[in-house]
């Protein structure tokens, strides 16, 4: 452990510990965009920075790491106007008309530099740069990627690459000129891309979105955290839902899946609850029309429980067996096997890991 100091609070910290990690743990806020825990530490945005006692620049507190003695500012003059000046830079170049895209961006109320400008009190951009219109990527089914709002964060690259292991993301050219390389064109079939979304989650702007954003907005929505249903790993993630419809989905840090899911987490694990062709009662088919015709959940009990009965006495036990599907829970499956054993008197019992 040593001592440190930031904002005239004393305070003791590991010595492994960023700035801005030893920052939160004493219940100090530093803005960040483009710093992501365990996906990107870069430093590039600078809008972290901070001023240390005895040097004459501003560092990044998201990688710079605490020193014994260290004394540390987090929001005097020179902090807060390196801050905005950097903020004013990163708007120079994002979006067509950063001040009007706002409102019909699929992130107006959820951007993390909508929010930081908010904070620090910018209402437009200092400075005019010449503006090229780039083609917005949309052949991917669940993705869509707009440079034109792109900030270079590099944090879809972080989780693509780094956290997710699926490297399909990629940074191009150098400096101002650095572009995402964002497979998401016509021809994103042939890529390694698995669609999975966790590059979107990690984008802080509108560039890169899931397009179920498109319809709705933070403030119609709730999120409710459970466990998604596909397979036996246990993700976390939040339900999100609007008009008590299930809308989308974001990941959750949970234990096992830190922030992150597969595509048919993300994109397939909630569209059936609100389908039309979801069965929602029991149907029984009537012998003599040959169609299938809704009945009372006693009358379809009654006739699955005559059916495993006959075919019991005419096979035996063992012509049974029983299979939970994985979206059942651990108590569902636990009775399932027990009435496969105690009611057909059969051990032929499984469970699926994965739907």
């Known amino acids: 452990m040593i001592n440190i100091t930031i904002d005239g609070i004393s305070m003791a910290c590991d010595e492994n510990l960023t700035i801005l990690e030893a920052a939160k743990n004493a219940g100090i806020s530093i803005p960040t965009l483009c710093y992501l825990k365990e996906r990107n530490e870069i430093g590039s945005c600078r809008v972290c920075v901070v001023e240390v006692e005895g040097q004459d620049n501003l560092v990044a507190s998201c990688n710079t790491k605490?020193?014994?003695?260290?004394?540390?500012?987090?929001?005097?003059?020179?902090?807060?106007a390196a801050r905005k000046m950097n903020l004013n830079l990163v708007l120079a170049n994002h979006g067509l008309d950063s001040t009007q895209h706002c409102f019909t961006c699929a992130k107006n109320?959820?951007?993390?530099?909508?929010?930081?400008?908010?904070e620090y009190e910018i209402d437009e951009p200092m400075f005019t740069v010449e503006k090229t219109h780039e083609p917005v990527l949309d052949s991917n089914p669940f993705l869509t990627y707009d440079p034109n709002l792109c900030i270079q964060c590099q944090r879809c690259i972080g989780a693509c690459n780094e956290a997710a292991g699926n490297h399909t993301l990629r940074t191009a050219k150098k400096g101002v000129k650095t572009a995402i390389m964002a497979p998401f064109g016509e021809g994103w079939k042939a890529t390694t891309c698995e669609s999975?979304?966790?590059?979107?989650?990690?984008?802080?702007t509108g560039a890169l979105t899931e397009k179920r954003r498109k319809n709705?907005?933070?403030?119609?929505?709730?999120?409710?955290?459970?466990?998604?249903?596909?397979?036996?790993?246990?993700?976390q993630y939040y339900l999100v839902v609007k008009d008590n419809k299930i809308v989308d989905t974001e990941a959750a840090p949970g234990p096992t899946n830190k922030s992150l899911l597969c595509v048919k987490g993300r994109s397939a694990?909630?569209?059936?609850?609100?389908s039309k062709e979801r069965l929602r009662d029991p149907l029984i088919k009537n012998k003599e029309t040959g169609e299938f015709e809704k009945a009372t959940w006693d009358e379809a009990l009654d006739l699955v429980a005559s059916?495993?009965?006959?075919?019991?006495?005419?096979?035996?036990?063992?012509?049974?067996?029983?299979?939970?599907?994985?979206?059942?829970?651990?108590?569902?499956?636990?009775?399932?096997?027990?009435?496969?054993?105690?009611?057909?008197?059969?051990?032929?019992?499984?469970?699926?890991?994965?739907?």
């Open 109 to 118: 109320g959820a951007c993390e530099l909508q929010a930081l400008c908010r």
């Open 307 to 355: 059916k495993f009965t006959e075919i019991k006495e005419k096979h035996g036990a063992d012509s049974l067996a029983a299979f939970a599907c994985s979206r059942s829970t651990n108590e569902d499956i636990y009775l399932l096997q027990k009435m496969a054993r105690t009611a057909f008197g059969t051990n032929n019992t499984d469970n699926c890991a994965r739907v």
């Open 216 to 235: 709705y907005r933070d403030w119609e929505v709730k999120k409710v955290l459970t466990t998604c249903p596909h397979c036996a790993v246990g993700c």
């Open 66 to 80: 605490v020193q014994e003695g260290m004394s540390i500012l987090t929001n005097s003059e020179k902090v807060i």
């Open 269 to 274: 694990s909630f569209d059936f609850i609100d």
């Open 196 to 204: 999975c979304g966790n590059c979107a989650q990690a984008c802080p």
